[in-house]
């Protein structure tokens, strides 16, 4: 089988034309102003909003990734559904996604790996028209080389769950690790600060116990934060504002953060 899943918010989340998306992307990562971590991040959380909203957010995460550009051959990403509900972690029908920067191969290989675990499930229509992965593959497109993509839309997971999958996939310095997640939806400028502040204290100390008012991704959330227990990996805040920071009212804002998690040593292989 040979199918291609093609962009469903281009245009809309992002820019819909090349040269456009291109030159949006480059200019958010160049607009950051935090170093890099001391050693490659193995994992980074970013958020999925409209590039309007979100993306200077997202750019922190994925600036951080500069020296990864010829190192990562595979990213494993994981976004929570918004559409259509499924059990578990639903892998796409489809060999490669699409965006107007170019295709990237889905690893059919590693999904292939993953497929005997029982919260592991294929749905196409899981994929279609979600967004928390798509947004994300410009970035990708922009600061990786040549990379595969193992894409999976959570829903209703335990974090063991979502971590088992992790950890089954979690290789060596070749794979990066996405969670893609927002913070705290609709609440007033200063209490949405106030709880994302929590959110994000809460995910530096790798506690798994977030639920969907405070971060939208949770569930991939928490199946990180668990895995990244047991790996032991530090955490680093890179970015925390709202959209109230970037393109919107201040009375019903949507919280951003971007995070990144190092091993404690370098992986040498």
Known sequence: MSQTRSPAVAGTFYPGQAAHLAQA???????????EPAR????IIAPHAGYIYSGPIAASAYAALGTLHHVVKRVVMLGPVHRVPVRGLAA???????????????????IAAIAHL??????????????SLEVQLPFLQQVLDDFTLVPLAVGDAAPEEVAEV???LWGGA???IVISSDLSHYLPYDIAQATDRRTAQAILDLRPELGHEQACGGTPVNGLLLAARRRHLQAQLLDLRNSGDTAGERDRVVGYAAFSFTEETADAS
Do not use: I, N
């Not at 992307?25 to 170093?35: E, G, I, N, R, S």
């Not at 490659?40 to 994992?43: R, S, T, Y």
């Open 25 to 35: 992307v480059a200019a958010m990562l160049q607009a950051v102003t935090h170093p």
């Open 40 to 43: 490659p991040p193995k994992a």
């Open 92 to 110: 796409p029908g489809a060999s490669a996604f699409a965006t107007p920067l170019g295709t990237v191969p889905v690893d059919r290989a590693a």
């Open 118 to 131: 029982p919260q592991v499930v294929e749905s196409a229509a899981a994929h279609a028209l979600e967004h």
């Open 166 to 168: 992790l950890e089954a």
């Open 174 to 176: 070749e794979t990066l």
